[in-house]
């Protein structure tokens, strides 16, 4: 069993940023996503790094996010990471990381439903 734990969420104007951190109770040897809620809307993808076992990563992104968001992970540290630029109000959820063992296929990996390990969940809020 792995547990995940998110950070970093909270209050930030439109345009600022913040950093979000998916800490893994262990090393997890398969991809790792990041998923957001907003009110009243289903649980939508954000981005996975796809984990590969010669360390070449790939990352995708929604289009929605494509080029304000980036995604990375440190090994040492068993932590995902979520930098998020330029943020709109319609950034505002609850953002959830998600994890497997072992490696999909793009887009498979974008659906939540081949995801066994979830975090709680944190708030980000972007306001006017």
């Known amino acids: 069993q792995v547990q995940l734990v998110e950070s970093g969420g909270g209050l930030v104007q439109a345009g600022g940023s913040l950093r979000l951190s998916c800490a893994a109770s262990?090393?997890?040897?398969?991809?790792i996503a990041w998923f957001r809620q907003a009110p009243g809307k289903d649980r939508e993808f954000v981005s996975v790094?796809?984990?590969?076992?010669?360390?070449?990563?790939?990352?995708s992104y929604a289009d929605s996010v494509k080029g304000r968001f980036t995604s990375s992970k440190d090994n040492a540290k068993n932590t995902v990471y979520l930098q998020m630029n330029s943020l709109k109000l319609e950034d505002t959820a609850v953002y959830y990381c998600?994890?497997?063992?072992?490696?999909?296929?793009?887009?498979?990996?974008?659906?939540?439903?081949?995801?066994?390990?979830w975090g709680q969940g944190t708030q980000v809020t972007v306001s006017t």
């Open positions: 790094i796809q984990w590969s076992p010669f360390n070449r990563n790939s990352v």
């Open positions: 262990r090393l997890l040897l398969g991809d």
């Open positions: 998600a994890g497997r063992m072992g490696a999909c296929r793009f887009p498979e990996c974008s659906s939540e439903n081949v995801y066994a390990y």
